[in-house]
């Protein structure tokens, strides 16, 4: 049976600092919203690239080599290796990401 995800008021009910929650599963990858009050540190992916799109607010995303903003709509993808962090601009942000499944992090 198919299911609706109404990911806009899971996000508008969540009252943690940071909440990153699976969404939905597409073959080998996943679907996750993440609700970010404050940074999230230094990391890379060895085994999956991330690709970020902004539902609300702006995602500042880094890179050694650059900071980019991302805003409601828009969309970066991280390749894998990549050394990245995420924080919200303001007071809070939400995105999606789709990874694998199996994705692994290492902290920087």
């Known amino acids: ?10 996000a508008t009910a969540t009252t943690e ?4 929650t699976t969404l939905s ?3 080998d990858h996943v679907v996750k919203m993440s609700v970010m009050t404050s940074p999230y540190p ?4 060895p085994n999956s690239d991330e690709t970020f799109i902004g ?3 702006i995602v500042i995303i880094e890179t050694k080599e650059q900071t980019m903003e991302l805003t409601p709509g828009s ?3 991280i390749p894998k290796n990549m050394i990245h962090r995420t924080s919200p601009k303001g007071a809070r942000s939400v995105n999606l990401t789709i990874e694998k499944v199996d994705i692994q992090t290492k902290f920087a």
């Open 75 to 77: 969309s970066i993808t």
């Open 1 to 10: 049976m198919l299911e609706k995800t109404d990911f806009a008021l899971l």
């Open 55 to 57: 539902v609300e607010g």
């Open 42 to 45: 230094w990391h890379s992916h």
């Open 25 to 27: 599963n597409v073959n």
């Open 17 to 20: 600092s940071y909440l990153n």
